[in-house]
T-cell receptor
Framework: GESVGLHLPTLSVQEGDNSIINCAYS??????FIWYKQESGKGPQFIID?????DKRQGQRVTVLLNKTVKHLSLQIAATQPGDSAVYFC????????????FGSGTQLTVLP | DSGVTQTPKHLITATGQRVTLRCSPR?????VYWYQQSLDQGLQFLIQ???????AKGNILERFSAQQFPDLHSELNLSSLELGDSALYFC?????????????FGQGTRLTVV
């Protein structure tokens, strides 16, 4: 399959455990954040987003936490499943007219049976 | 399936050549974005079109150009190709012109320059 091949941070978790993927962002002007999942051979897939006026948002099995003080974002996946194995990217959008996505370097999540 | 279609899926070409990558956005989406995903740079925004007009430019080389046609499909033209242009090229689309609405990505075109 397609592999980004970057020297990515990796996270291995046992099936059924919870996963926490972290992301540090640098632009204090960013006001919107998105987590994407990229499976091998596929394009990035939207998972969940959060605006800067929130510190937590929950979806189905996923929770995103935002700490603006330390410019940190995390994605929590509950009861991790084999299908969750992928590269996870955080992306930020700076407030203003351009509003383009700036992606982080990604984390490779591997779910162990 | 995101609804965004990219062709071709794979492309192998020689240095100095020119290629065209094609993207059909999701039905109803007016905005198209092009991204490059390379081994050492991650996902980099190249350019955005909205309803046929260029909306924003990112780290796009002068050797690269794009356009969006009246039927909203888009093409990314890469010329005078170099080995370092080898990468995955993704197209994404969204309904409006701002990516703070959910953008859907295609499966990408893998370009290999030899």
């Amino acid at each position: 399959g397609e592999s980004v091949g970057l020297h990515l941070p990796t996270l291995s978790v046992q099936e059924g455990d919870n996963s926490i993927i972290n992301c540090a962002y640098s632009n204090s002007a960013s006001d919107y954040f998105i987590w994407y999942k990229q499976e091998s051979g596929k394009g990035p897939q939207f998972i969940i987003d959060i605006r800067s006026n929130m510190d937590k948002r929950q979806g189905q099995r996923v929770t995103v936490l935002l700490n603006k003080t330390v410019k940190h974002l995390s994605l929590q996946i509950a009861a991790t499943q084999p299908g969750d194995s992928a590269v996870y990217f955080c992306a930020e959008i700076e407030s203003g007219s351009a509003r383009q996505l700036t992606f982080g370097s990604g984390t490779q999540l591997t779910v162990l049976p | 399936d995101s609804g965004v279609t990219q062709t071709p899926k794979h492309l192998i070409t020689a240095t100095g050549q020119r290629v065209t990558l094609r993207c059909s956005p999701r039905s109803g989406d007016l905005s198209v974005y092009w991204y490059q995903q390379s081994l050492d740079q991650g996902l980099q925004f190249l350019i955005q079109y909205y309803n046929g007009e260029e909306r924003a430019k990112g780290n796009i080389l002068e050797r690269f150009s794009a356009q969006q046609f009246p039927d909203l499909h888009s093409e990314l033209n890469l010329s005078s190709l170099e080995l370092g242009d080898s990468a995955l090229y993704f197209c994404a689309s969204s309904l409006r012109g701002e990516t703070n609405t959910e953008a859907f990505f295609g499966q990408g075109t893998r370009l290999t320059v030899v």
